[in-house]
């Protein structure tokens, strides 16, 4: 992956400390997506994680001791798959759960932050997988889990 740190810088930041684990929690402990479950995927949409609060698109945090952050801008647009983006609950609603495309999402622009993209394609590979597995209602069957991240 490759985050778009020169574009939004905050958004980044908050990204990357949670792959990380440098963010700690208010009783100290790190917090981050180690473990942490895709808790929706769509097929020809996207893939969501990052609730490492509650693991069902209900929990967030962000690393500026706030629940959530401000949209920093919507200069990068949803226009082809792979990117890294904000899940949010409306404007200014950035915290720690975000998705990656898997096909352009035109419709998303102006409404969240594109803070990346992945990189290779062997990348897109996992994404692939990931968006083909068994669903119900949205939710993977299986768990999805983020088994090791950090920062190259």
Known sequence: MELFASEVPRTAENFRQFCTGESKDSMGKPQGYK??????????????????INGNGTGSTCIYGTKSFADENFNLKHDYPGLLSMAN?????NGSQFFITTVPTPHLNNK???FG??????????????????????????????????EM
């Open 35 to 52: 473990g942490c479950r895709f808790h929706r995927v769509i097929k020809e949409f996207m893939l969501q994680g990052g609730d490492f």
């Open 117 to 150: 993209k992945i990189v290779d394609d062997e990348s897109m590979e996992v994404v692939k997988k990931i968006e083909n597995v068994r669903t119900k209602n949205d939710k993977p069957t299986m768990d999805v889990i983020i088994s090791q991240c950090g």
């Open 89 to 93: 609950s409306g404007p200014n609603t």
């Open 112 to 114: 969240h932050v594109v």
